[in-house]
């Protein structure tokens, strides 16, 4: 009977779940104010069941109170978050919020099922996260100044990145020297780093009148990324690279900067891997290699994407079932390869509309940036809509052997403090960048009205017949 | 303002993801299967848990191989043909063999209908594995086993267009539904000499004996394009070349003879004059390309054959080199492969073993595709190797066996001396229908001296079941 509930239940979330991604869709198209409204609150249904039935799973297959009692705690807080979050900022996305909720939710379920003491662990601060992140609209409606200080940006942000080399503060891991250690807590600084450097970009891109002032932007973003390289952390120089471009590309609206920067980049990236092969960049050669043929280095840099691939295949399109698979067996399941848990365990129908709903987002996120009009927001919102749609296809690409395997995680559904806590933050700046631009619409449909309502009394009053 | 360029970089993004949406589903349909196979995915090992083992089946549906589950839940493996298909079920303990081993996936995977399965879970029941059709045929395979009788040796048969395998033979063999026992006494003294588990077919090496002059002839052919049709040679039953002595069969004289001659009755004589006109390096070069001293295209477990001429030879290696003594190893599989290829045009059809996967109700899971490896000689080469051997066959060496046959038959018989006391084993390699080639047949009986069955007359048994039931 048990079995029956379970097996019944991993068809109807991957039902709920292609549902849900459709409902992305269709509301990104929709333009009807009330039909949007309707489709938003089924989507909400949805994550409800969807979330219910992977802890009722979770629940029948382990037996454990504690983990009830985790499931309504998630639920009462993702409730809070997108009601008391839309109530207050009556412009915001609520896609987005929706999005948000359910992108977390995901990650919870799926860390549960890998480890229970990760998964609280990730709640928390996500949820401290979420609570501090609220205020971000707030703030950025209120202080105009955030796009004058581009020189902080870029000297915080070199600084913070550097700390990773003070010795007993900053410390190696997979073959890059990216993290922090404070007390207990490891930290990526990369992560916030990236917040900074698109306002720094963004910053410089709306005083840049001349190609001078370009060639110094473009000196200084340069440094970030040395500084990465010299992590050995070249998924995020990449990350940071591909954004910047995609910036200065905006700005310019010139291809030539788009396909210089991209004709670059490869050069830059074949340079280096023909001149530092067996030391800055050998773990980078090995991953390429492990790349071309996991199997065949099973044992050595292949390892974890043969897992993956082992972890993908075995589960299927249906999946597993949530417990039914090995999912804990992949190397770092939690966090880089929670897609190929998740593809293993849910399914790859799963997996695949997962991949869907990221587009969505980053589409919803391309939307904002195009609607507003000032352009340090409309930069910034564009700068952080590129991080991340690059960021996720870094890591669904890796684990599903689409492109090498890089280490970056998968944005609000990884394990990982400094990752979710980042994601957020940028999540919430989008929102600030939608709160400021509909602020400002509403103004001016204000003061058309008013202008209108004057004309019309004018007329009315000199008789002339409206 | 100026929204071109995010439309540009979204464009792109949707195209990129939804070519990454494509790879994956590409994956699970073409890859997947191949990918967890692999003997490191971990999740094999728990598939048994849910899955009562498939059947092995033979092409033409005789269950070689298939468990039983009984009221405590217990499996047992059980082999209702014994000894006949031991080495190509192999046993499915102590580290699997065979098609235990190579096919274990499969039958541990169950690919019912979801309504059959929904009710076994209920029931808490093992659902059905699939079942793995081999394309070894029962009849061929048991028409070889019964020629073989108590003699040791091999056979093995090829479907040279395909590359399936019909019959894999070795003797001596075991009964795999007595594994437990036999697994102990292989691990006795007495056990550990015993060679009851080799499968010779593909792991047994042999001297080719004159099967071997097939190969020298395809080098003098290589060598001398527009001239071998004039070759004559003048045998008086013995012969010394540097320095070292050639006889024929029983110092046979065979007088004078051309080259087809000279192979239709296998005059060593004749070749080992061929061999002394041949270029060493060459030599070494086309034997290495018919996979001598190399990997075979092969999934199970075989050993290299080995061919040591080259460039640094002595002359006095060769002449017993081209008749097929000397140092040159071989085995029957790669034997048979030679032996397609030629049957083939030249081309070499990869040999495989599983021909299909089928669930419980019969539905096709997964169907196995010939493969082919590629051109070990030319096809004009092949039609001329095809045309001599069928020679030997009419008036050489094999006439006597397969005269008044209905079908015809090009080959090889050869009888590779061993030791010095003149025990040999005994070789036959040729296919059937040379126009049309339907089946290449490997045999090789030991100790011929002792049980006076010879390769060919095996060969015969084999053919004629092949064509009895056609």
Known sequence: ?466 | MKNKPILVITYSMIFVFVAMVCYVIYFMEFKAETVIANSRNIRQDSFSENVERGDIITTDGKVIATSKTDEEGNTTRSYPYGNTFAHVTGYDKYGKSGLELEGNFYMLRSHINIFEKTIKELKEEKNRGDNVITTVDYDLQTAAYNAMGYCEGAVIAIEPSTGKIRVMLSKPDYNPNEIDYIWNYMQTEEGQSSTIMLNRATQGLYAPGSTFKVMTMLEYIRENPDTYDNYSYDCYGEEIFTGVSIHCNDDTAHYTESLRDSLAYSCNVSFANIGSELDYGQFRTSMDGMLFNSELPYDGDYVKSSFEIDESSRDDELPQTVIGQGNTQITPLHNAMIMCAIANGGVLMKPYLIERIENDDGGTVQRFKSKSYGELLSSDEAEVLTDYMSSVCEYGTASSYFYGSSYKVAGKTGTAEYDNEGNCNSWFVGFSNPENPDLVVCVVVEDYNTYGVSGTWVAKQVFDAYYSHK
Not at chain 1, 83 to 107: D, Q, W
Not at chain 1, 187 to 203: D, G, N, R, S
Not at chain 1, 229 to 244: C, Q, S
Request: hydrophobic share 50%; aromatic share 14%.
């Open chain 1, 1 to 466: 009977m048990l079995n029956i509930i379970c097996q019944v239940s991993k068809y109807l979330i991957l039902i709920f779940m292609v549902l849900y991604t459709v409902k992305c869709f269709s509301i990104l198209l929709s333009t009807d104010e009330k039909d949007r409204k309707k489709k938003l609150n089924k989507q909400i249904v949805y994550v409800f069941i969807i979330h219910f039935l992977c802890y009722l799973t979770m629940y029948l297959r382990q037996g454990s109170v504690k983990l009830l009692i985790f499931y309504a705690v998630q639920i009462f807080v993702a409730v809070i978050y997108m009601v008391v979050f839309h109530s207050i900022y009556k412009e915001s996305s609520r896609l987005l919020t929706n999005n948000t909720a359910f992108l977390l939710l995901i990650g919870y379920t799926m860390l549960t099922r890998l480890d229970y003491s990760m998964a609280i662990k990730q709640f928390i601060f996500a949820t401290i996260a979420l609570f501090i992140t609220a205020f971000i609209p707030y703030i950025m409606s209120r202080w105009k100044n955030l796009r004058n200080m581009g020189v902080f940006y870029g000297i915080a942000g070199i600084f913070l990145l550097l700390t990773v080399f003070i010795p007993g503060l900053g410390y190696e891991s997979y073959g890059s020297r990216n993290w922090i250690k404070i007390g207990s807590l490891s930290l990526q600084p990369m992560e916030f780093v990236k917040i900074l450097f698109v306002f720094f970009v963004a910053c410089m891109l709306v005083r840049a009148n001349t190609l001078g002032d370009i060639m110094v932007n473009a000196i200084i973003s340069a440094i970030f990324m040395l500084v990465l390289v010299l992590e050995k952390d070249l998924g995020a120089a990449v990350i940071f690279y591909i954004t910047y471009v995609c910036m200065v590309y905006l700005a310019t609206s010139r291809p030539i900067f788009l396909i210089g920067g991209i004709g670059l980049g490869v050069g830059a990236v074949i340079a280096a891997a023909t001149l530092f092969k067996d030391t800055l960049f050998y773990h980078v050669m090995v991953r390429v290699e492990a790349w071309k043929d996991p199997f065949k280095f099973i044992d050595t840099g292949g390892y974890q994407v043969s897992q993956s691939l082992f972890a993908i295949g075995t589960g299927g399109y249906a999946g597993t079932g949530l417990y039914m698979g090995k999912a804990d067996y992949i190397p770092v399941s939690e966090s880089d390869f929670i897609f190929s848990a998740i593809c293993e365990e849910m399914g790859v129908i799963f997996g695949l509309c997962l991949i869907l709903v990221m587009l969505s987002v980053y589409i919803s996120f391309a939307n904002i940036a195009m609607k507003v009009r000032q352009p340090f927001y409309k930069y910034a919102a564009f700068g952080y809509s590129i991080l991340f749609i690059i960021q996720t296809l870094l890591n669904l690409g890796g684990v599903t052997k689409f492109i090498p395997s890089t280490g970056v995680t998968l944005p609000l559904v990884s394990y990982g403090v400094s990752s979710v806590t980042s994601t957020l933050v940028i999540f919430a700046i989008i929102q600030g960048v939608y709160v400021i631009h509909n602020k400002e619409v509403i103004k001016h449909e204000k003061e058309k009205e008013r202008l209108r309502k004057q004309q019309a009394a004018l007329n009315a009053g000199a008789g002339i017949p409206g």
